[in-house]
C-alpha cells in the first residue's frame, strides 16, 4: 500500500502544483484528452500497484464511474468549467483514498461534499470566469486528507503527529471558507505584471557547426579518460585446474610445507563455476593425522580471488572439493607476515602456482569481479567458450556484446569491461546530439552533457561489466531517432529521410530489447510519439488534395518492417550462442522457452536485500547500491557505489515539475517530450512487485540534465544559472569520486563529509 500511497502524492503534488501557477497567472482550462490522463494515473495507476487487489476496491472503481458521470452530467451546460471541476475532483486524495480501501460510505461522503463544493460555486458565480474560487481552502484540506491517509497507514488510526496536522489543515481549510462567505471574499484574480514574468523568448536555433564537433569531442575524451582511468587489471589466471567431486583423483589438492610453516590466509582464483563448496583441513606440527578446521566453506565469486583464513602452523594443507565440478585457476598461500610462499610439491600442481604474480596485494575491484560482473562476465565468458549458461535471466545480446572485450584483451577485469566502457563513452556524443536536436543551442546542450557525465550512476555502470549501461546507449539511440523523425515530419522533409530515422529507430529497437527487456518501455513512449505524430498527419492529409493512402500505407508498412520484423530477427539471432549449446533445437524454441523462465524468474524474485530500494526511493537516492567494498591494510577502504548525483536526483524532481509547468502553461513540446520518455522508463516500475535497485533508475535518470537544460534556459540569468549548476555538479563529482571508482579513502572522510542521509552506507 505504501508505493500506491506515494505515487498518489507524486501526482497529486505535480497537479497541484501546476494548478497553483497557472491560477496566479491566469485562466486554467483542461482538455478531454488531458483529464483522461488525470483519471488514469489517479484512479488506474494506484489500484493496479498492489500486489492483491481487493474486489472492493474494484467495486469501488466502478462505482465511482457512476458518480463521476453525475459529475460531467451536472457541469454539461458550462464545457469548460465542469472539465476543470473534474479536474479538481479527480486530483483530491479523498477518493482514492476510499478506493483502496474498499470504503463504498466514504465515497459517497467525499462525493456529497464535493457536491456541496460545486453548489456554492454556482451561487457565488465569480465574475472573473474562474471556478473554484475557493482553491487555496480546497488545497490544504486535501493536504490535510492526505497526511490522515498517510496517518492511517502507518499508525493505523492511532493518534500521531500527522494525524493532528490532517485533522488541523481540514478543519482550517473549512474554517475559512465560511469566514470568506461571510465576508464575501472570494475574487482572487490578479494581474501578473510583466516584471513578475522570469521567463524569456528563446533566441532562434542555431545549426550544429564546428565549434559543436569541438566541444563534443572534448567532453567525450574528457570522460573517456575518466572512465578508462584505472579500470581494471589485465592480469588474472588463464590456466585453470578441472576438479570432480565424484572422482577421488580429481576431488583435492594436497598442499606440502615445511615444518611448522604459518599459513594466515590462502586465496583461491575460482573459475566460471561460482558456490563452490571445498573442505579444508590441515596436519599440524608433531601429528600424522588430518584436522578439518573448515568441513563446508563456500566460494561464492567467479573470477574472484576467494579468501580462506588458515591462522595455523602445519606440515600440509588439504583442500577436498564436496560435490559438483570446479575449475581453479591460482592457489595463493600467505604467511604471517602477509608475504606469498609456495608450497613444496608446487610442481605437482602446474595450473595452480604459475601465474603468483597475477595476484594483487589486496585485491578489490581492480583486480576481480564485482556486483554481477559474476553473472554477466561469466556468462559472456560461457558464450566465447561453448560452456553451459549460467545467466539467462536477460536477453542473451547485452552478453555477447561484453564478450566481444573479451574475445580481444582475455577474461581479465579490463576485459570483461572495456565493452562497457566504450558504450558508457560513446554515450556523450549521443547525448550530446539529442541535446542539441532538442535545444539547437550550444549553451544548455554543453550543460546537460556536462550534468551527466558528474550524475555519478553514468561513471559508475561504463565502468562495470553488466549490461545496464548497454541497455541506456540504445534506449538513447531510440529517443534521438525518434526526435529527428518527429522533427523531419513538422518539417515536411522528404519521405526517404523520414523513413531513414525509422529505420535507425527500429534498429536502436531491436537492439535495447535484445539486451534488456527495459527496451519495450521505451518502445512504449516511441509508439506514444510515432501514433500521436501519425494522428496530427492524417489530420493534415484530410485537408490537402491527394489520398491519405499515398502517405499513410507506405509509412505502415515501414513501420511494420521497423519494428517488428527487424526487432523480431535481431532478438532470434542473439540466441545464436545458444543454439551452439543447444543444436537440436531451433532459434523460435529457444527464444520462447527462454522469454518462459526470464518471466518466471523475474516475477518470482522477492527477497530481502541490504540495498534493495524501491521506486520511490530512488528519486530521492535513499538507498545507494554498494557494489565492491575493501579493506586495506592501513585502515583505508575502497568503495564502488552506484547511485546518482544528489545535486542531479533532488534539483531533478523540481525540473521534472517545471517540465509540466512549461507544457501546460507555454505548451513547449520539448517539455513534453522528456515527459513521456521519463514517464515510459519510470512508471512501469511502479507495477513491478521483484526486488529492485537504484541503477535501474539509470535511464530514468539519464533525462533528469536535459530536463534542467530545458528549465534553465527559460530564465534570463539562464548562463549563469547553468555555470552555477554546473561548478556545483562537478564539486560534488570530485568529492564523491572515491566511492564511485573503489580508490583508497580515510573511512572519517566518507563517514564525515559523504554520509549525508542515514541510509548512505559506503564503509
Request: some cysteine; hydrophobic content about 50%.
Amino acid at each position: 500500500m505504501i508505493p500506491s500511497y506515494c505515487a498518489i502524492g507524486i501526482f497529486f503534488g505535480i497537479f497541484w502544483g501546476v494548478c497553483v501557477l497557472c491560477l496566479r497567472s491566469g485562466r486554467l482550462s483542461f482538455s478531454k484528452a488531458e483529464l483522461l490522463v488525470f483519471y488514469l494515473f489517479s484512479r488506474i495507476v494506484p489500484v493496479f500497484m498492489q500486489e492483491h487487489i481487493a474486489a472492493r476496491s474494484l467495486l469501488c472503481l466502478l462505482l465511482e464511474w457512476i458518480l463521476i458521470g453525475v459529475l460531467t452530467a451536472v457541469c454539461r451546460k458550462r464545457e469548460a468549467a465542469g472539465r476543470r471541476m473534474l479536474a479538481f475532483y479527480l486530483f483530491q486524495p479523498a477518493s482514492i483514498f476510499c478506493i483502496l480501501e474498499g470504503m463504498v460510505s466514504g465515497l459517497y461522503l467525499v462525493f456529497l461534499f464535493f457536491m456541496a463544493v460545486l453548489a456554492l460555486e454556482h451561487l457565488i458565480r465569480p465574475r472573473d470566469g474562474r471556478l473554484l474560487s475557493f482553491w487555496p481552502e480546497y488545497l490544504s484540506g486535501c493536504i490535510g486528507i492526505y497526511c490522515t491517509g498517510w496517518s492511517v497507514l502507518l499508525f493505523h488510526g492511532r493518534a500521531s503527529l500527522l494525524s493532528g496536522v490532517g485533522n488541523v489543515l481540514l478543519a482550517g481549510s473549512v474554517l475559512h471558507v465560511f469566514y470568506r462567505v461571510w465576508k464575501r471574499d472570494w475574487n482572487l484574480s490578479r494581474p501578473v505584471s510583466k516584471g513578475e514574468r522570469s521567463v524569456e523568448v528563446p533566441a532562434p536555433p542555431s545549426h550544429f557547426r564546428t565549434h559543436d564537433v569541438v566541444l563534443m569531442l572534448l567532453l567525450t575524451f574528457i570522460f573517456g579518460a575518466i572512465v578508462l582511468f584505472r579500470l581494471g587489471s589485465t592480469q588474472a589466471p588463464e590456466t585453470f585446474r578441472s576438479m570432480t567431486a565424484e572422482k577421488s583423483d580429481q576431488n583435492q589438492i594436497v598442499l606440502k610445507f615445511k615444518e611448522n610453516t604459518n599459513i594466515s590466509k590462502i586465496y583461491l582464483f575460482l573459475g566460471y563455476q561460482s558456490n563452490r563448496c571445498f573442505s579444508f583441513s590441515c596436519i599440524q606440527p608433531g601429528e600424522n593425522t588430518w584436522t578439518v578446521f573448515d568441513s563446508s566453506r563456500v566460494l561464492r565469486s567467479a573470477f574472484c580471488w576467494n579468501a580462506v583464513e588458515v591462522n595455523r602452523e602445519l606440515s600440509s594443507l588439504g583442500l577436498v572439493l564436496m560435490k559438483e565440478d570446479a575449475a581453479v585457476g591460482e592457489i595463493v598461500c600467505l604467511d604471517s607476515s602477509g608475504q606469498q610462499i609456495l608450497p613444496e610439491n608446487a610442481s605437482a600442481y602446474p595450473e595452480l602456482f604459475d601465474e603468483q604474480e597475477s595476484f594483487p596485494e589486496i585485491p578489490s575491484a581492480y583486480d576481480q569481479t564485482i556486483f554481477d560482473e559474476v553473472y554477466h562476465g561469466r556468462t559472456a565468458y560461457e558464450f566465447l567458450h561453448g560452456l553451459p549458461i549460467y545467466e539467462t535471466t536477460h536477453p542473451p545480446f547485452g552478453k555477447t556484446i561484453i564478450a566481444a572485450g573479451i574475445r580481444l584483451f582475455g577474461m581479465n577485469p579490463f576485459g570483461w569491461r572495456i565493452s562497457c566502457a566504450v558504450l558508457g563513452i560513446l554515450m556523450i556524443p549521443l547525448f550530446y546530439l539529442l541535446a542539441f536536436q532538442l535545444f539547437r543551442r550550444t549553451g544548455p546542450t554543453v550543460f546537460a552533457v556536462l550534468l551527466l557525465e558528474t550524475s555519478f550512476m553514468n561513471y559508475t555502470l561504463s565502468r562495470i561489466a553488466t549490461i545496464d549501461i548497454l541497455v541506456a546507449f540504445f534506449v538513447l539511440c531510440m529517443f534521438f531517432f525518434i526526435l529527428c523523425f518527429l522533427q523531419s515530419l513538422e518539417k515536411q522533409e522528404s519521405q526517404g529521410r523520414q523513413f531513414l530515422w525509422l529505420f535507425l529507430c527500429g534498429c536502436s529497437t531491436a537492439f535495447a530489447i535484445s539486451v534488456k527487456w527495459t527496451g519495450f518501455y521505451a518502445a512504449a513512449g516511441i509508439a506514444i510519439f510515432f501514433f500521436e505524430a501519425l494522428f496530427r498527419e492524417m489530420r493534415g492529409i484530410r485537408s490537402r488534395s491527394y489520398a491519405w493512402h499515398h502517405v499513410m500505407l507506405p509509412m505502415g508498412l515501414w513501420c511494420c518492417l521497423c519494428f517488428l520484423l527487424i526487432p523480431g530477427l535481431v532478438y532470434l539471432l542473439s540466441y545464436i550462442p545458444f543454439q551452439r549449446l543447444y543444436p537440436e533445437q531451433n532459434l523460435v524454441k529457444l527464444a520462447v522457452e527462454n522469454a518462459r523462465s526470464m518471466f518466471s524468474y523475474h516475477v518470482a524474485t522477492v527477497a530481502e536485500h541490504p540495498y534493495a530500494s524501491e521506486w520511490y526511493q530512488w528519486l530521492v537516492d535513499w538507498r545507494p547500491l554498494l557494489d565492491s567494498y575493501t579493506a586495506f591494510p592501513d585502515g583505508r577502504t575502497g568503495t564502488v557505489s552506484t547511485f546518482l548525483n544528489p545535486l542531479l536526483c533532488w534539483g531533478g524532481l523540481l525540473a521534472l515539475f517545471h517540465q509540466f509547468y512549461l507544457w501546460k502553461k507555454r505548451r513547449d513540446r520539448n517539455a513534453l517530450f522528456l515527459i513521456v520518455c521519463y514517464g515510459a522508463m519510470v512508471l512501469p516500475w511502479l507495477f513491478i512487485h521483484r526486488t529492485v535497485f537504484i541503477y535501474q533508475y539509470f535511464i530514468g535518470g539519464c533525462l533528469l540534465p536535459l530536463m534542467f537544460a530545458n528549465s534553465c534556459r527559460q530564465f534570463r540569468q539562464s548562463r549563469a544559472l547553468m555555470a552555477g549548476i554546473s561548478v556545483a555538479s562537478l564539486l560534488l563529482f570530485l568529492a564523491f569520486f572515491p566511492v564511485l571508482s573503489g580508490l583508497p579513502v580515510s573511512p572519517a572522510y566518507v563517514r564525515t563529509f559523504l554520509t549525508w542521509l542515514p541510509s548512505w552506507i559506503f564503509v
